[in-house]
């Protein structure tokens, strides 16, 4: 989201408000995070202020939001370029993956769930309702959607 917001704030006028919201399904301790707004170790706020420029990021504990945007799952038989039973092959692939994330100043921590994916919604506003929905996919290589992201942005009306 970091190549995305500066460019939406770019558009200039009331596009230029539009929030941006992150719903997460799940905090975990994070290393060199003691207290992060009132909750022991939980890395929302580093999420929030590394990662999301400061936006508004909410714990979705009932992972109401993760069903209604399928509840979808990683597909290992999709997820790797070459076939599970070649495990240095796929071993490669991981640590290669790592790498890019590290790269990019992404850090992780390898606790959690791993598996559910997630995804993007531009939701206009009234009666517009979602004006554009990216999911997720096991192909790390196709990233975040930002073009789309932007164009959605600017076909909404205020």
Do not use: C
Not at 13 to 42: Q, T, Y
Not at 44 to 70: H, S
């Amino acid at each position: 989201m970091n190549s995305v917001l500066p460019r939406v704030r770019a558009l200039g006028g009331s596009m230029a408000d539009v929030p941006f919201i992150a719903v997460v399904r799940e905090v975990a301790p994070v290393k060199g995070v003691a207290e992060d707004h009132g909750e022991k170790g939980l890395g929302v706020g580093d999420y929030q202020y590394k990662y999301f420029d400061g936006n508004k990021v909410y714990l979705d504990k009932e992972w109401g939001f993760v069903k209604a945007m399928g509840n979808r799952k990683l597909s290992f038989g999709k997820m790797f370029k070459t076939p599970l039973w070649k495990f240095w092959a796929v071993w490669g692939e991981i640590k290669d993956g790592m790498k890019k994330m590290s790269a990019k100043g992404v850090e992780g921590n390898l606790l959690g769930d791993g598996m559910t994916q997630g995804g993007v919604l531009v939701i206009g506003p009234g009666s517009q309702g979602v004006v554009y929905a990216h999911f997720e996919e096991n192909k790390p290589e196709v990233g975040m959607p930002d073009d789309d992201i932007v164009k959605a942005v600017e076909s909404m009306s205020f």
